[in-house]
């Protein structure tokens, strides 16, 4: 199923210029960029956002660190994203994610763990709907199409 997920390049990932390689992981597995901006993250957005976590020790801590700087939010389309960008993400404790993930390569920390994914195609579309207006996702197709999927793929 063609999906689209949400994707936060993190203060961490910004202040550690990882922005246009994290990207670029991305464009490179053949996923298809459906909307892109920069933003300044807020508390209360936040609270909405982790909301499964604002009761955690380490909020305070969270919300200091998803608002050090501008995030980049990224809507990342393709047959199964959700699952398949997880996947690239890895673990939350950056130091327990598989070399090959994002995380794995990329950082050390459980906390500054450089991005975030959603986690289902539910909480997808909630998330999506969250950081973007629908006039700033884009319904364009890849002219790669045919030399990333066979056909029935796409029609499943
Ligand atoms: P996820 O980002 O892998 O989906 P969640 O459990 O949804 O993980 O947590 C959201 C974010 O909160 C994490 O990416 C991380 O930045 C932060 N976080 C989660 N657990 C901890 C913790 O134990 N210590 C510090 N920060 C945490
Ligand atoms: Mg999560």
Do not use: W
């Not at 990207?23 to 499964?52: C, P, T, V, W």
């Amino acid at each position: 199923m063609m999906e689209t997920t949400l994707v936060i390049l993190k203060p961490s990932s910004i202040q550690r210029a990882l922005a246009g390689k994290i990207l670029s992981r991305f464009e490179q597995k053949g996923l298809r960029i459906a909307g892109l901006k920069m933003m300044m993250l807020d508390e209360n957005l936040l609270r909405e956002h982790y909301a499964h976590l604002v009761d955690r020790p380490f909020f305070p801590s969270l919300i200091l660190s998803m608002t050090a700087t501008p995030v980049i939010v990224a809507a990342i389309s393709g047959v199964e994203a959700v699952q398949t960008v997880r996947q690239m993400t890895g673990a939350t404790n950056s130091r327990k994610a598989l070399p090959g993930t994002i995380r794995g390569d990329f950082s050390m920390s459980g906390q500054e763990n450089v991005i975030h994914a959603s986690d289902s195609p539910e909480n997808a579309a909630i998330e999506l709907a969250r950081f973007f207006c629908p006039e700033e996702l884009y319904d364009y197709s890849l002219i790669s199409t045919p030399s990333l999927y066979a056909p029935d793929e796409l029609t499943r």
